[in-house]
T-cell receptor, first 117, second 111 residues
Framework: DTAVSQTPKYLVTQMGNDKSIKCEQNLGHDTMYWYKQDSKKFLKIMFSYNNKELIINETVPNRFSPKSPDKAHLNLHINSLELGDSAVYFC????????????????FGSGTQLSVL | GQQLNQSPQSMFIQEGEDVSMNCTSSSIFNTWLWYKQDPGEGPVLLIALYKAGELTSNGRLTAQFGITRKDSFLNISASIPSDVGIYFCVLFMDSNYQLIWGAGTKLIIKP
């Protein structure tokens, strides 16, 4: 069983559309994340979320919104897609918020390659 | 802001060669991590370093947390084809529990 799974693997869409990427983790982790990886492979945190708080990277446009129906899921909804949104989006999870002995230990999904035409 | 420099940007090596890459930071940190990203996949944690001077091995991989707490290196011995990918050094910020990712070292093995 895949620990962190996200769908779809590939998403091709037109500019202006609204789309969602789904993420599920079966590790029993409390905290989930969304990362964006650009064409130069640079990884940038977008959101971190647990049942207590949502931390948003202030550089993320408000067209992006995380939605968590329960602890095991964190979906990413994107409104009014733009060309610059094309990238690979990764979901990740960790046990608690990277504190103490678990600090730094993230488990990633295999990514969703978003192409906006 | 914090600066994290990772080098080299890419490496072209022959199978069987040893590999070395490193990261330096502008500030002192208490946790250094090394992740590997295979093509088409998400990053996977290889080694976590929590103590200055710590030397840790994971199979053919060895990583060290510099004594100054401002640098770390990752060595791969006797490289094999499945070692190809991007290696990231990552810092953990105690102040806000955030991670700072290096730009990555792309490892390519020449046929």
């Amino acid at each position: 069983d895949t620990a962190v799974s996200q769908t779809p693997k590939y998403l091709v869409t037109q500019m202006g559309n609204d789309k969602s990427i789904k993420c599920e983790q079966n590790l029993g982790h409390d905290t989930m994340y969304w990362y964006k990886q650009d064409s130069k492979k640079f990884l940038k945190i977008m959101f971190s979320y647990n049942n207590k708080e949502l931390i948003i990277n202030e550089t993320v446009p408000n067209r992006f919104s995380p939605k968590s129906p329960d602890k095991a899921h964190l979906n990413l909804h994107i409104n009014s897609l733009e060309l610059g949104d094309s990238a690979v989006y990764f979901c990740a999870s960790s046990q608690e918020a990277l504190r103490e002995v678990n600090r730094g230990k993230l488990f990633f999904g295999s990514g969703t390659q978003l192409s906006v035409l | 802001g914090q600066q994290l420099n990772q080098s080299p940007q890419s490496m072209f090596i022959q199978e069987g060669e040893d590999v070395s890459m490193n990261c330096t930071s502008s500030s002192i940190f208490n946790t250094w991590l090394w992740y590997k990203q295979d093509p088409g996949e998400g990053p996977v944690l290889l080694i976590a370093l929590y103590k200055a001077g710590e030397l840790t091995s994971n199979g053919r991989l060895t990583a060290q947390f510099g004594i100054t707490r401002k640098d770390s290196f990752l060595n791969i011995s006797a490289s094999i084809p499945s070692d190809v990918g991007i290696y990231f050094c990552v810092l953990f910020m105690d102040s806000n529990y955030q991670l700072i990712w290096g730009a990555g070292t792309k490892l390519i093995i020449k046929p």
